[in-house]
């Protein structure tokens, strides 16, 4: 078995893949209740012969693997969907089931993609007897930015040599850096409640106090750095305005390229947040709902991926899925739109595009830029980890959006997906045999955490 049977294999096992895809789709669920899609994974991966091994503490975590010997090679999954992303395979705006939720981040896609491609290395273990092991990562809750946090904590990739991963999009490329670190705290506020108009005097707004956190938040804002995020929602304001609020709640994001800049502004987000309890004579208390790592590059890997990408080639669409993508493109703000093309063609050319069809060369990924979090950061942290993205929705189409939730359910989508499980294919042949990329991942990894260890961001 070469190459291009193990590409052959997974040609026959993709009517199955897309059929798991689509299954997960029309079921969304979302974070922390991925009971049936982490089932879904389960059974397939069983029926081929993987061990399922549970991960402790998460119920719809689980690890499917298969051979023996190194390297192990961790491929990532997601299944979880979001809530109010509903939507039908539809062009316009037209939800399955009004604020339900659906998978607008194309997670669907991006678990079966991973599976199709164990299954098709996994024959080719069986088949030719080398050493090596393959395990899937059943990954829930990343949506809440906490599954592999969780997983890492209980030892979940212990023992693995490098991961593997990727993410839906709008464009085909392989990723260099990514994904901003990130920190979600809630801040309680306590105070007492009086009259609001007889005795106002003896009451304390824990309200005032989550007010006066958020003038100072925006006040910071200023002094730190310019690619730093803030951003809350007040999640408790009290009740009637005749009461003087006795509780209330904010929920703040911290995020920023670095982690020790996300740690830096979260030290000083509490000092605010201490600040404004002793302006009101409130408390305050804090809890850290969860924190994640920026991805930390692997060179070695990087190229491998964009190597197989472009060696295997983005796939070809017919005249029903380009129409498909034009009529959901013209759904978007047509500036957007624009300022979305022009990063994939010259400048001067008026050329529409729906669909990104190229592989983005070497010197132009970083146009793309992966500016949410992802918990496979933390991944990255504990070993050499790739990222790439394959067109799987039209060119403008933004992540959580019923536009993508559509696409990831269209047959546009599912030719990403399969194109996703060929590149993740190309890989594992690849560092199947030729250990010496193993070795090389291992070593830049060892040297870019030399001095900076990864420490979870939960407690
Ligand atoms: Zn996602």
């Known amino acids: ?129 080398i050493n090596g092991t393959i395990r899937f990562y059943g990954c829930p809750e990343e949506e809440t930015l906490i599954g592999k946090v969780k997983m890492i904590k209980a030892g979940a990739f212990d023992g693995c040599d490098l991961a593997l991963s990727w993410h839906p999009m709008n464009a085909n490329t392989a990723i260099e850096r990514g994904f901003l670190s990130n920190n979600s705290i809630k801040f309680k506020f306590h105070g007492i409640s009086a009259h609001a108009a007889q005795s106002p005097e003896s009451g304390r707004s824990a309200l005032d106090a989550v007010e006066l956190m958020n003038v100072g938040a925006n006040y910071l804002r200023e002094h730190v750095i310019d690619s730093a995020r803030i951003h809350y929602t007040i999640t408790n304001a009290g009740g009637a305005p005749n009461i003087v609020p006795k509780e209330a709640e904010s929920w703040y994001f911290v995020r920023a390229p670095y982690r020790k800049d996300v740690e830096e502004i979260t030290e000083r987000l509490f000092k605010i947040a201490k600040g404004a309890a002793m302006m009101t004579e409130t408390t305050v208390e804090y809890e850290v709902l969860g924190g994640c790592y920026e991805m930390l590059p692997n060179k070695v890997l990087f190229d491998l991926t964009h190597k197989n990408m472009v060696e295997i080639g983005s796939p070809t669409y017919t005249e029903e899925e380009l129409r498909f993508a034009k009529a959901i493109q013209e759904t978007l703000d047509p500036n957007m739109v624009e300022a979305e093309i022009k990063k994939f063609i010259s400048s001067d050319s008026d050329e529409k595009i729906y669909i990104h069809q190229k592989v ?100």
């Open 360 to 459: 983005l060369e070497k010197e132009n990924v970083n146009s793309v830029v992966v500016s949410g979090s992802s918990d496979s950061g933390d991944v990255s942290w504990i070993m050499p980890m790739n990222l790439f993205l394959t067109a799987t929705w039209p060119l403008g189409v933004p992540a959580h959006s019923w536009q993508a939730t559509s696409s990831s359910g269209s047959s546009m989508g599912m030719k990403g997906m399969i194109y996703a499980a060929e590149i993740f294919s190309g890989m594992m042949y690849d560092l199947l045999n030729d250990p010496k990329l193993v070795e090389e991942a291992n070593a830049e990894f060892n040297k870019r955490t030399e001095k900076r260890k990864y420490v979870s961001p939960i407690e």
């Open 1 to 129: 078995m070469n190459k291009s049977d193990v590409l052959e294999y997974l040609k026959g096992v993709s009517e199955e893949v897309k059929e798991l895809s689509l299954k997960v789709w029309n079921n969304p669920e979302t974070s922390g209740n991925e009971k049936e899609s982490s089932n879904l994974f389960k059974e397939i991966l069983k029926s081929y012969g993987f061990e399922i091994k549970e991960v402790r503490g998460m119920e719809n975590a689980f690890i499917g693997e298969y051979g023996s010997g190194s390297p192990v090679i961790a491929v990532l999954g997601e299944y979880d969907a979001l809530p109010g992303l509903s939507q039908s395979l539809d062009t316009k705006f037209n939800p399955v089931e009004v604020n339900g939720p659906g998978h607008g981040c194309g997670h669907n896609l991006l678990g079966s993609a991973a599976l199709g491609s164990v299954l098709a290395i996994k024959k080719y273990l069986e088949e030719t007897k």
